[in-house]
């Protein structure tokens, strides 16, 4: 048996050398708090651009929902909005960009799966759009509904679930396509405008960023059928326990804020004068629930002075390309937004 047991640990540790080096580079547990406190700057892995989510505007300051996301942690941390570095990253590299420990975390419309919270090695924190995989055609195309693309060409960008998902999909439905595979997000989105494809297939939310773009809005159709659940939401290393506490219950408090109706422009008197529990439990009035987090206890009075709640969030981003709450509304409205209690 001794024999047996020094086999089995010299094993496990030649298999633990063999993972080892792919990680080596990436801060882990507390490790991770720890790097981005002594540097002074969250680093946080975002799209190239896309409209509502994240984009640089005529300034090059980063604007969009994901955005306001990276912002919370800054916030959260030093109450500081603009403690962060965006790196935009392309729907393959973000992955290694998040493995290799270069940037923090991902705030980039990305769709948790079982494979990526498994075999890439990633935590989800939360979902903080619900979502599903659409198609976006041109209207003087004359289709009506995705079973029409019988025979077309689809452009789709690679490393994406919504590749498999198109696959699939025709599969399921026996319908015949020519898929137009190309990486960067611009180029795509030209294939499909210059007419190289007849349908452009991607998240409905991305879709919907696409068509707002455009010069003609008016020309482009989002079909109604939706083929995939693409539940999207911040993401972080596994081994970042401390850090994907904090994430997590960033949105939670947000969704939550909402919930109690605490505004930016009301937070700072709710945190004087709202005697429910659960609004002083969250402002910081009782408890330690922020240093529970490791963050000051009037964490969430920033982010929402400086952000506003969810719905805040969510209008002012998101509102202006067209994307109705639908899902995403709070659980009291029909939605399924919904934070664990705050105590």
């Not at 494979?115 to 990633?122: H, M, N, Q």
């Not at 452009?155 to 439905?173: K, M, S």
């Not at 659960?278 to 206890?297: E, F, K």
């Amino acid at each position: 048996m001794k024999a047996l047991r020094l086999t089995l640990a010299a094993a496990i540790g030649g298999a633990a050398m063999m993972v080892a080096p792919a990680m080596a580079q990436a801060p882990t547990g507390a490790a991770t708090l720890d790097a981005i406190r002594a540097r002074g700057t969250l680093i946080c892995g975002v799209n190239t651009g896309l409209a509502g989510f994240a984009q640089p505007d005529s300034q090059g300051v980063w604007r969009g929902f994901d955005v306001d996301y990276c912002r919370a942690v800054a916030v959260a941390l030093w109450n500081d909005p603009t403690k962060v570095r965006y790196v935009p990253t392309t729907a393959q590299n973000r992955f290694t960009a998040l493995q290799s420990g270069e940037v923090d975390m991902l705030a980039r419309n990305t769709t948790w799966t079982l494979s990526r919270d498994t075999s890439l090695g990633f935590d989800f924190t939360g979902i903080n759009f619900y979502d599903g995989q659409g198609f976006m055609v041109k209207t003087s195309a004359g289709v009506r509904t995705a079973r029409d693309l019988n025979g077309a060409t689809i452009c789709v960008q690679p490393g994406t679930t919504t590749e498999q998902n198109l696959t699939d999909w025709a599969r399921a439905n026996r319908i015949r396509f020519t898929p137009v595979v190309i990486e960067r997000l611009e180029e795509v989105v030209g294939a499909y405008v210059s007419g190289r494809c007849d349908a452009y297939t991607t998240d409905v939310s991305g879709l919907a960023s696409t068509r707002s773009a455009q010069p003609r809005p008016a020309d482009h159709m989002i079909l109604p059928d939706v083929i995939s659940k693409e539940p999207l939401g911040p993401a972080v290393r596994h081994g970042d326990q401390r850090f994907a506490d904090l994430v997590r219950w960033i949105h939670f408090g947000l969704v939550g804020a909402e919930e109690l109706g605490i505004t930016a422009a009301n937070v700072q008197q709710a945190a004087q004068s709202d005697a429910r529990p659960d609004v002083q439990r969250m402002l910081g009035r009782s408890g330690d629930l922020g240093q529970m987090l490791t963050v000051d206890n009037l964490w969430m009075v920033n982010i929402i002075r400086t952000l506003g709640n969810y719905g805040e969030m969510f209008e002012r981003n998101l509102g202006p390309i067209g994307l109705q709450r639908g899902p995403n509304a709070l659980w009291t409205n029909g939605g399924l937004q919904y934070a664990p209690p705050l105590r």
